[in-house]
């Protein structure tokens, strides 16, 4: 409660205690008295004029762990009742505490104390109560940086999530609003770093593009002569100081840098550090998982003729992809290809394999790890899910296409003698260190070029398999299984795409469902009359075994 002492100035008393801790506000300018020269203070004869002077605060704080005497202060108000309001806010602060609670009083004099040092605004009463009255730090103001590596340390999780946390956090959180203060954060200051990390994208593109364009220059330039040997000492040169490779933060990404923050912000508030989540209300453009379409007779004709892509996500026709994996048969990392079209690994998963993972006799591949690229550095992690680690049944021809890749990189081996780098994986460069994942997506889309085949990423290729091995009769959660999937929704949702046969094949057994009366005229069947006693017709498979160039026999699925 508020005492009055007989000088006029308001105090704040605690109940149950004789002493009382002094404050008040007070009036001075910097008037000088010209008889001795100095600061007339308090006592300058105008003070009763309006607008002359300054309001200054005094409040005595409680003693501090020590038992030393403190105090806020705090000057250069316009008014008095500014000033007054600034000495009520202090003087509610400290009556938050119980009067028998040394340590909550000794915990509001040491924010009230580091708040008149800094200069800073005083905190929210409401909120401050709160965060006392729930047990939380209320002298703590953590920048967003700070408050993101406290909760990553303390994160449980499996490896790869937490991975992917540090991540976000050391290249796009931390950089960009990791110096503001965690109680501070609001939802422009998101909304600012998305922007900037969108107009980024547009220099990696450019920087990409150039380098891009040096390396094939480079690759076009001979090895023999001097002059030769110059210009590709020079273009190394210039490569070497261009930014590396590195990709862009698309919108998928972008969704899972504000998944990162509001998980961590919401730990925050459990924490009663703060109250409000901006990450939650940050608006976005929405990641929407495009469909996978066929590459049609009549899509290839507008894209030979006009460039015309129907959809980021294109997958081949059965045909198209025997076309390819013949083409690449001779290629040193034919397997890698042949598993991703048939088994429909994902990139990174391809790269992770160990020797130890594929068992021939059993006919299996387990899937345990991969390599993934932070930046443009590659770091083996745990697959993206539990789900992800799985046993993946193989063919009869995937195993012997397995065991032709091993022989290759046993003589690979012997030719590299003691530079020979064993890092254990089933795919590596030809000295057998690790794959880069982003070489092997530049290498891919080298050969689907080459090919003159239409353009199709390497992930098109998994989309690819999960439509093979439907279209082959696969059960939809041995599809799941095989491509490492956490629900059946996805399966069916994203990564399926009907084949033209298939879907005709269902229409058709659609039609001779429903028995009919009357025909059409001649011509039309509006449907096959059903004979009684009989089931209805089966649906076809269609079985693409019988070319061994697209399916690798009828055991791939």
């Not at 308090?42 to 005497?69: F, I, M, T, Y």
């Not at 387990?366 to 899910?385: C, F, N, R, Y």
Request: with cysteine; aromatic share 6%.
């Amino acid at each position: 409660m508020l005492r009055t002492t007989p000088s006029g100035n308001s105090s704040v008393f605690f109940p149950n205690e004789r002493a009382y801790v002094k404050g008040s506000t007070t009036r001075r300018c910097g008037c000088r008295n010209p008889e001795p020269g100095q600061k007339f203070g308090s006592a300058c004869p105008k003070l009763g004029q309006r607008g002359h002077g300054r309001w200054a605060v005094r409040q005595e704080l409680p003693a501090d762990a020590e038992g030393n005497r403190r105090q806020f202060r705090r000057q250069g108000f316009g008014t008095g009742p500014k000033a007054q309001a600034v000495l009520d806010h202090v003087r509610a602060l400290l009556a938050i505490p119980d009067a028998d609670d040394e340590e909550g009083r000794c915990a509001i004099g040491d924010l009230l104390e580091r708040i008149s040092a800094e200069g800073s605004e005083l905190p929210d009463l409401e909120e401050t109560t709160r965060r006392f009255r729930a047990g939380a730090d209320i002298t703590r103001r953590s920048t967003v940086g700070e408050w993101l590596d406290e909760w990553i340390a303390g994160k449980k999780g499996s490896a790869s999530t937490l991975k992917n946390y540090e991540i976000d956090i050391r290249k796009h959180l931390k950089p960009r609003i990791g110096h503001v203060r965690l109680d501070r954060l609001r939802v422009k200051h998101l909304s600012e770093m998305f922007q900037a990390i969108a107009d980024r994208n547009e220099e990696i593109v450019a920087n990409n593009l150039l380098r891009r364009q040096a390396v094939a220059e480079l690759e076009e330039i001979p090895w023999k002569g001097a002059d030769a040997r110059a210009r590709r000492k020079a273009l190394k040169a210039r490569i070497a100081t261009m930014p590396p490779f590195e990709r862009v933060v698309n919108p998928t990404t972008r969704q899972r840098i504000r998944a990162t923050l509001r998980s961590a912000l919401n730990a925050a508030i459990a924490q009663q550090i703060i109250t409000f989540n901006p990450a939650a209300h940050v608006e976005m453009d929405p990641a929407k998982r495009p469909k996978p379409v066929l590459w049609t007779a009549a899509h290839v004709e507008r894209w030979r003729a006009a460039g015309e892509r129907p959809s980021p996500v294109m997958v081949w026709t059965p045909e198209q992809t025997g076309q390819f994996l013949d083409f690449v048969a001779e290629d040193r990392l034919y397997a890698l290809w042949h598993l991703i079209a048939f088994r429909g690994l994902r990139r990174g998963e391809a790269c992770g394999i160990r020797k130890g993972d594929l068992d021939m006799d059993a006919r299996t591949l387990s899937v345990a790890k991969q390599l993934i690229v932070d930046g443009w550095t590659v770091v083996e992690s745990d697959p993206k899910s539990d789900s992800g680690i799985r046993t993946i049944a193989l063919d009869a021809e995937s195993v012997s296409v397995c065991r032709s890749h091993l022989a290759r990189q046993a003589k690979e081996r012997l030719q590299w003698g003691n530079a020979w780098e064993d890092t254990g994986r089933l795919f590596t460069k030809e000295d057998g260190s690790w794959l880069h994942p982003g070489w092997v997506s530049e290498r891919f889309e080298k050969l689907v070029v080459d090919s003159g085949l239409p353009p199709i990423r390497l992930h098109d290729l998994r989309h690819g398999a999960a439509t093979l091995m439907l279209a082959g009769g696969a059960d939809m959660k041995v599809v799941q299984d095989t491509l490492g999937h956490a629900t059946i929704v996805l399966t069916a949702d994203t990564y399926t795409s009907v084949l033209p046969e298939v879907a005709r094949a269902a229409a058709e057994n659609a039609a001779r469902l429903v028995p009919r009366g009357r025909t059409t005229p001649p011509g039309h069947t509006t449907g096959t009359p059903a004979p009684n006693n009989k089931e209805a017709p089966q649906s076809k498979v269609i079985d693409f075994g019988a070319n061994p160039q697209v399916s690798g026999g009828t055991s791939s699925f």
